[in-house]
């Protein structure tokens, strides 16, 4: 929920803000790009500033920011008009705080990947970093391209004529409600994802300690209730595979093997 949220939302919000600024707002092409800039260079500087910040207060608090930072931006750019006064100054504002947000929404995620083999792991007893990769890539493009095309549609049943120099009333009303609903909508649902994210540094260090006790041998259900309840909390799932069962009595009948054989 959390990337494909934040994620789609700005590729939505990417694709109509040219239209926005052009049809709704009445810039000037030199203006537009002008603040496309902006915003990708705030994008840049907002990277390191998200690495600290997810070192300093979490994965999930971060995240929450860089969502929250979004939704300001789309209500700021939504109040915009093209008959106000110093227009210029109000749209650099909004995409340099859009530009933050984008650091931060692109960023985050790939952090969070790091850590998630290893809660599936905890679950499954084995390794699949190239899954999670695939399964997110694949879902990230999908759910791309779906949301564009839903877009294009909804652009359409409001009468936007594509490549026109002008639009009608209708045309602007369904950019300017595509473009504050669609992102909106699904930045909602990332911060949903966010405020039901528990991997913090404490259980992500507990967990690291309770593979390292699985993978020497120990057996699930020889862990300590505090460490249990981690596990439980991060995997969703009891703290009682089979696969670390069977690891533990493989690692105990090698070393009853190596014991016996050992050369006095």
Same mark, same amino acid.
């Given at each position: 929920?959390?990337?494909?949220?934040?994620?789609?939302? *700005?590729?939505?919000?990417? @694709?109509?803000?040219? /239209?926005?600024?052009?049809?709704?707002?009445?810039?000037? &092409? @030199?203006? &537009?790009?002008?603040?496309?800039?902006?915003?990708?260079?705030?994008?840049?500087?907002?990277? #390191?500033?998200?690495?600290?910040?997810?070192?300093?207060? $979490?994965?999930?608090? =971060?995240?929450?920011?860089?969502?929250?930072?979004?939704?300001?931006?789309?209500?700021?750019?939504?109040?915009?008009?093209?008959?106000?006064?110093?227009?210029?100054?109000?749209?650099?504002?909004?995409?340099?705080?859009?530009?933050? !947000?984008?650091?931060?929404?692109?960023?985050?995620?790939?952090?969070?990947?790091?850590?998630?083999?290893?809660?599936?792991? +905890?679950?499954?007893?084995?390794?699949?970093?190239?899954?999670?990769?695939?399964?997110?890539?694949?879902? %990230?493009?999908?759910?791309? &391209?779906? +949301?564009?095309?839903?877009?294009?549609? =909804?652009?359409? &049943?409001?009468?936007?004529?594509?490549? =026109?120099?002008?639009?009608? +009333? !209708? =045309?602007?009303?369904?950019?300017?409600?595509?473009?504050?609903?669609? #992102? $909106?909508?699904?930045?909602?649902?990332?911060?949903?994802?966010?405020?039901?994210?528990?991997? @913090?540094?404490?259980?992500?260090?507990?967990?690291?300690?309770?593979?390292?006790?699985?993978?020497?041998?120990?057996?699930?259900?020889?862990?300590?209730?505090?460490?249990?309840?981690?596990?439980? *909390?991060?995997?969703? /799932? #009891? /703290?009682?595979?089979?696969?670390?069962?069977?690891?533990?009595?493989?690692?105990?009948? %090698?070393?009853?093997?190596?014991?016996?054989?050992?050369?006095?």
């Amino acid at each position: 929920m959390m990337y494909v949220g934040g994620a789609v939302a *700005l590729d939505i919000f990417g @694709s109509l803000f040219m /239209h926005y600024l052009t049809y709704v707002l009445q810039v000037g &092409a @030199s203006l &537009a790009s002008q603040a496309m800039s902006l915003m990708t260079l705030f994008q840049f500087f907002a990277i #390191p500033f998200f690495t600290w910040l997810c070192i300093r207060i $979490g994965n999930g608090n =971060a995240y929450k920011l860089a969502i929250a930072l979004i939704m300001c931006a789309l209500l700021w750019f939504s109040q915009l008009s093209a008959s106000i006064s110093h227009l210029s100054g109000f749209l650099f504002g909004g995409a340099i705080v859009m530009g933050i !947000a984008r650091g931060g929404t692109y960023l985050i995620p790939w952090n969070v990947y790091n850590f998630l083999p290893d809660v599936d792991e +905890a679950y499954t007893g084995v390794r699949r970093e190239g899954i999670y990769a695939g399964v997110m890539m694949l879902t %990230r493009k999908f759910s791309q &391209a779906l +949301a564009l095309f839903i877009v294009g549609l =909804a652009l359409e &049943a409001f009468g936007f004529t594509k490549g =026109a120099e002008s639009q009608d +009333a !209708a =045309a602007l009303n369904g950019i300017w409600w595509v473009f504050l609903i669609g #992102p $909106g909508l699904l930045t909602l649902l990332a911060m949903y994802g966010a405020f039901r994210f528990r991997l @913090s540094q404490e259980c992500h260090k507990t967990l690291t300690f309770e593979l390292e006790r699985l993978r020497s041998g120990g057996k699930p259900e020889d862990a300590s209730t505090q460490v249990r309840q981690t596990v439980e *909390l991060l995997t969703g /799932h #009891p /703290h009682m595979n089979t696969h670390w069962q069977h690891t533990a009595e493989t690692t105990a009948q %090698r070393n009853h093997y190596v014991a016996e054989n050992k050369p006095s």
